[in-house]
């Protein structure tokens, strides 16, 4: 299961990453922690990337792409991983796609969790009283200042990414304001009930009755615990193309017929 986790900052991504790891057996790619991680250990990338950081501003794509890119080829991400933060400009998501093409992998969907800036604002505002409360180190970038500067790059840089993945058919929204089982409902039926497929593609289902089940409650439906999306991509792509055509005529046929 590769997946993407994509919002603005104070959305909630790492809480329900979190949640995803544990889920699926996958690996958390936050390219936030990890230049915090290279800021705090002095690498060459942590030196280069700390006073961006801390004025809210984005890293320069080829630091995050080739960070992004190395950490993919770790053997403990093989299962699959979920990117939180990556990519965050366009010219990153093309990078990923290319990268990922050439490893011979692709993406099992795109979350966007949809958020109120105004309500954002506050979330951070809390998040930080909470921290500074339980006696620890408060981020850098998470200063009310600082923070409308992230959330304005990322409306001009990253905000543009939602059209990019609809586009391709990999988009599934979620509403990010609800409260965090809500939020984790909702991407779990994302995924449970609308996998997607190769690049991105929309995968079809693996029988044509299922589409029609509508209304079945998140209670009520079968759990499949993440399984079908790894399943369905793995089909041959020849395949996949033939048995959407049986389908295909097989409802053109039940139209008919009623
Ligand atoms: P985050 O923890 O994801 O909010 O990231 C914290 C900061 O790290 C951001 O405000 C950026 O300065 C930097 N950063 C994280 N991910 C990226 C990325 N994909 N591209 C550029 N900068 C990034």
């Known amino acids: 299961m590769r997946l993407i986790l994509l919002g603005p900052p104070g959305a909630g991504k790492g809480t329900q990453a979190k949640r995803l790891v544990e889920k699926y057996g996958i690996v958390p790619l936050s390219t936030g922690d990890m230049l915090r991680k290279a ?3 002095g690498t060459p990338v942590g030196q280069k990337a700390k006073h961006i950081i801390e004025r809210g501003e984005l ?4 630091v995050v792409v080739a960070i992004v890119s190395d950490r993919i080829e770790q053997p403990d991400a093989k ?3 979920i990117l939180d933060g990556f990519p965050r400009t366009v010219p990153q998501a093309e990078a990923l796609e290319r990268m990922l093409r050439e490893k011979g992998l692709s993406l099992d969907g795109v979350i966007e969790l949809k958020c109120d800036e105004g309500i954002l604002l506050k979330r951070i505002e809390n998040r930080i009283a909470q921290t500074a409360s339980r006696g620890e180190t408060v981020r850098a970038d998470d200063d009310p200042e600082v923070l409308k500067k992230r959330l304005a790059a990322y409306r ?6 939602v059209e990019y ?5 990999a988009l599934r929204t979620v509403d990010g304001m609800a409260a965090i089982p809500a939020v984790a409902a909702a991407i779990d039926r994302c995924l449970d009930a609308d996998p997607v497929g190769r690049a991105g593609t929309p995968k079809k289902r693996a029988s044509p009755g299922r589409a029609s089940r509508k209304g079945r409650s998140a209670k009520t439906a ?9 399943q ?10 033939m048995q959407r055509k049986t389908r295909k005529k097989a409802a053109q046929k039940g139209v008919r017929r009623g």
């Open 232 to 241: 369905v991509s793995r089909r041959p792509a020849k395949r996949r193309a």
């Open 222 to 230: 079968p759990k499949r615990a993440g399984k079908r999306p790894t």
């Open 79 to 81: 299962n699959g991983f």
């Open 165 to 169: 993945y609809r586009k391709k058919g």
């Open 59 to 62: 890293v320069p794509d080829d």
């Open 39 to 41: 800021v705090k250990a």
């Open 156 to 161: 001009q840089q990253t905000a543009p990414l």
